[in-house]
Nanobody, 120 residues
Framework: QVQLVESGGGLVQSGGSLRLSCVAS????????MRWYRQAPGNQREFVAS???????NYGDSVQGRFTISRDNPKKTAYLQVNSLKPEDTAVYYC??????????????WGPGTQVTVSS
């Protein structure tokens, strides 16, 4: 059973920073791509950032230049450094990962999310 667990969310003032973490556990061969999404109340889930196993990154337009995604492959962990936070960044942040098993089968998993609240 593969699990993703996010942490690091919280309440922060506008302009502040947080570092979110996503740890994968379970039995699998490797993790391919890892991504962060977010969902604010009443809104659809929004792509935030992604990183490949080789370290290639991609960002959503609304967070470009303020957020940084990284990963530590031996620790099976992805990070999202969120800087210059704005009230509109308030959302539940979700981790998503493509996990590879033996025989090259791949399956996507989601974590339960971590709440980020930015006060003005």
């Amino acid at each position: 059973q593969v699990q993703l667990v996010e942490s690091g969310g919280g309440l922060v003032q506008s302009g502040g920073s947080l570092r979110l973490s996503c740890v994968a556990s379970g039995r699998f061969f490797s993790i391919v791509d890892m991504r962060w999404y977010r969902q604010a109340p009443g809104n659809q889930r929004e792509f935030v950032a992604s990183i490949t196993s080789g370290g290639t990154t991609n960002y959503g337009d609304s967070v470009q230049g303020r957020f940084t995604i990284s990963r530590d492959n031996p620790k099976k962990t992805a990070y999202l450094q969120v800087n210059s936070l704005k009230p509109e960044d308030t959302a539940v942040y979700y981790c998503n990962a493509d996990v590879r098993f033996q025989l090259l089968t791949t399956k996507a998993y989601w974590g339960p999310g971590t709440q980020v609240t930015v006060s003005s």
